[in-house]
């Protein structure tokens, strides 16, 4: 049976202090639960923040990449894909991923996460501002998860995967 790989979605460069924490802690109880974390590998933002995260916790780590080599890694980053795919990249993250956390907002992460929800595939939000979550709420009514901490975000994962 494959592993489980949790995808922890969010902007690169656009991440705040908020975002950076609450990915490293995420990655970190990703790692202490045994699953993989998959991320879009940059050492950039929430990718570059998780990754940290899990490694600090001895966890694996996936990064799917944008271009055609390991030049913009993360650190941390155990297996690298290099798909040379751009921003196509988001659909490898979303179908490899068994269940999508997103944190913070940007047009990637936008991306990222319609991708998610139009494959079915399980969706938190890490704390969604009232745009985002009136956003989501519209255009895909119940097919999404709210959480506020990481203990909430790790229950929640762990009743998607029993429910799959």
Not at 77 to 84: M, Q
Request: proline share 5%; glycine share 14%; net charge negative.
């Amino acid at each position: 049976m494959p592993r489980i790989m949790i995808g922890v979605m969010g902007p690169g460069a656009g991440a705040t202090s908020e975002d950076l924490g609450a990915a490293y802690d995420l990655g970190q109880a990703i790692a202490q639960q045994g699953w993989v974390l998959l991320t879009g590998g940059r050492n950039s933002g929430v990718m570059a923040a998780a990754t940290a995260g899990a490694q600090r916790a001895g966890g694996l780590t996936v990064g799917i990449l944008p271009g055609p080599d390991n030049k913009e890694i993360a650190p941390g980053v155990d297996i690298s894909i290099c798909t040379d795919l751009g921003q196509g990249r988001n659909n490898v993250n979303i179908l490899s991923a068994t269940v999508v956390i997103a944190v913070g907002m940007g047009l990637g992460t936008a991306s990222e996460i319609a991708l998610a929800l139009k494959q079915h595939k399980p969706v938190i939000f890490w704390q969604p501002t009232p745009v985002t979550a009136a956003f989501f709420g519209v255009i895909a009514p119940g097919q999404w998860h709210s959480v506020q901490t990481v203990t909430e975000a790790i229950a929640q994962i762990q009743a998607e995967i029993i429910s799959r």
